[in-house]
């Protein structure tokens, strides 16, 4: 399974009214990829209506604001509906997990593999299972969180997703304040820098497939190492778009998998 990051809004993300950037690229190439026309709609699992999505929402986040409000949280609702533009791209596992690693090296001044293997698992490196564990690291990156709500300020508490299971929450401007930190650390890049790194990092094309006079890059050639500080770049950058957009307009930051 892999993973995507979405900021908009939490009607148009239960309803799926949205699309990755796989299931992007394949509406994209319809003529060329038929067979995989209905991919958004394998999932076995019953799809709400924007309009039961938007009902679920609403309930979910009035008793939310009110149980944070009633605990000294000051969080305001923010916009919900299914027609609100949304950001999304895909750095991963490998790339998150690979800026995962190149953070805990710096933080803990160790050094760590300039490559990691494809389809790597991440969550069993012996430093990055430290810095899980770290109750001294703080900050969401490495505390599990999945959801970021819309708020300037750095905050991070417990609380029920829409579906009923308990999560650790953070908002967009905490995110954004960390990711500010690990790039004064690691790279003290400017921000049109850290964008290009959605399309200039990452995995490299390992082949490429002919179609006509289209050409694609595709994913299914001899690579079995990949850069861990570009897939770690890849992912930040990502990360970082999705703060912003957040923060820009008002909408959750989630990990989709």
Request: without cysteine; hydrophobic residues 35%; negative net charge.
């Amino acid at each position: 399974m892999g993973l995507d990051i979405y900021a908009g809004t939490l009607t148009r993300y239960y309803s799926r009214s949205w699309k990755t950037t796989e299931e992007e690229y394949v509406s994209g190439k319809e003529d060329l990829y038929s067979h995989l026309r209905d991919y958004a709609d394998e999932d076995d699992e019953p799809q709400l209506t924007p309009e039961q999505a938007e009902e679920l929402i609403s309930t979910w986040q009035e008793s939310l604001v009110n149980v944070l409000n009633e605990n000294g949280i000051d969080i305001k609702k923010w916009n919900e509906d299914a027609e609100s533009p949304y950001y999304t791209d895909s750095p991963d596992w490998e790339a998150f997990g690979a800026l995962l690693l190149i953070s805990a090296g710096k933080i803990y001044d160790v050094p760590v593999e300039l490559q990691v293997e494809k389809y790597w698992q991440f969550g069993e490196h012996p430093l990055i299972k430290h810095a899980l564990n770290d109750e001294n690291l703080n900050g969401t990156l490495f505390s599990g969180t999945i959801m970021w709500l819309p708020d300037e300020r750095p905050m991070m508490f417990q609380g029920p997703l829409p579906s009923g299971e308990a999560t650790l929450y953070g908002t967009s401007g905490g995110l954004k304040t960390e990711l500010e930190r690990l790039n004064e650390i690691l790279w003290e890049a400017d921000e049109e820098t850290i964008i290009s790194w959605s399309t200039t990092e990452g995995h490299p094309a390992e082949t490429e497939l002919k179609i006509g006079e289209l050409i694609f890059e595709a994913g299914f050639g001899e690579n079995t190492k990949y850069s861990t500080e570009s897939l770690a770049k890849l992912a930040f950058s990502i990360l970082w778009q999705a703060a912003s957009y957040s923060l820009e307009n008002g909408v959750p930051v989630v990990m989709d998998f």
